[in-house]
């Protein structure tokens, strides 16, 4: 698979390692970016690339929670400009409320909700003839239950956090609690809830990575398959306390876990209940933002 300067830069970008090492790894794997980053993690030259498919892209993530109903939505736009007008944010709260009320199945059924005899497509359409800069609805999760929502940063990060349990989800305590949470889960962005969420391929791709990676070790190279073993199970611990949501150390308490604190909050308020599920947009995640090189364009106009 034959692979570009873009595809060298885009390596560069979400693991954060020099050229040569970008080009050399997307060689080794036949231009695949995947096992690219993976060859540079194996090498000890990338970190767990938190960055792949962070690059930034215009928009605006809303996230609401309405009659037992929660919803959170991505509207994306080419420039910030747009995305922080009022017109902008105030069509990705309709379309949340449309997803709340409507429950679409998937994006196409969502386009086609309407609202006052028009469709969230027209409404976009609407809006791009007003403002002429493609809009997009993106995506959207719809919860129901005890739900807690959080918007960061003035719709950089959206969260909602859904519970279960015997409490009063309108109780100020609980919201305070879940918004706590809401709140942990932007800052650490957790992959999943727990342990049993982490697919077992997940973890499977992650010994392995540890394995090469201390084979690379010349400390570490020559110590038996058992020792190795042991080091990688310890690994994946930590692994599991960075990445799970439950597992993670609070941030507001760093003698407690994430579940420990709900735990504890719970059995204060006299009520048990714990975190089910959670859903964390960035915007722009995984979009990659067009860079205009102006010197490249000038120089080219010239000629």
């Known amino acids: 698979m034959a692979f570009t300067a873009k595809d060298v830069q885009a390596l560069r970008e979400k693991t954060g390692c020099g050229m040569m090492d970008c080009k050399k790894a997307?060689?080794?794997c036949d231009g695949n970016m995947d096992a690219a980053v993976d060859f540079l993690r194996e090498k000890g030259l990338a970190s767990q690339a938190k960055k792949a498919g962070r690059v930034a892209a215009e928009g605006t993530v809303c996230a609401i929670v309405e009659n037992g109903v929660g919803v959170v939505v991505e509207l994306n736009?080419?420039?910030?400009f747009v995305a922080n007008g009022e017109e902008f944010k105030a069509l990705a709260l309709e379309v949340a409320k449309i997803v709340a009320n409507e429950n679409p199945a998937d994006l196409d059924a969502l386009l086609k909700c309407t609202?006052?005899?028009?469709?969230?497509?027209?409404?976009v359409q609407e809006l791009f003839l007003k403002i002429r800069e493609n809009i997009k609805v993106r995506r959207f999760v719809r919860f129901e239950g005890n739900v807690v929502s959080y918007v960061h940063a003035g719709g950089k990060i959206g969260v909602m956090v859904k519970?279960?349990?015997?409490?009063?989800?309108?109780?100020?305590?609980?919201i305070t609690i879940g918004r706590n949470v809401a709140m942990q889960i932007a800052a650490m962005n957790p992959g999943y809830l727990d342990e049993a969420s982490v697919p077992a391929e997940v973890i499977e791709k992650e010994k392995e990575i540890l394995i090469a990676q201390m084979k690379e070790d010349p400390k570490m190279a020559n110590k038996p398959d058992a020792v190795l073993g042991k080091i990688v199970d310890g690994k994946i611990g930590k692994y599991y306390k960075e990445n799970c949501l439950v597992e993670q150390q609070f941030v507001m308490d760093g003698d407690l876990t994430v579940g420990k604190y709900v735990e504890k909050s719970a059995k204060d308020m006299g009520k048990t209940f714990k975190i089910v599920d959670f859903v964390r947009f960035e915007k722009g995640e995984g979009i990659e933002k067009r860079v205009d090189d102006f010197a490249a364009e000038v120089a080219s106009m010239v000629k």
């Open 26 to 28: 997307l060689t080794e």
């Open 77 to 80: 736009a080419e420039t910030d």
């Open 115 to 123: 609202k006052d005899g028009q469709t969230v497509e027209e409404m």
């Open 163 to 174: 519970f279960d349990g015997d409490f009063d989800a309108n109780a100020d305590e609980f």
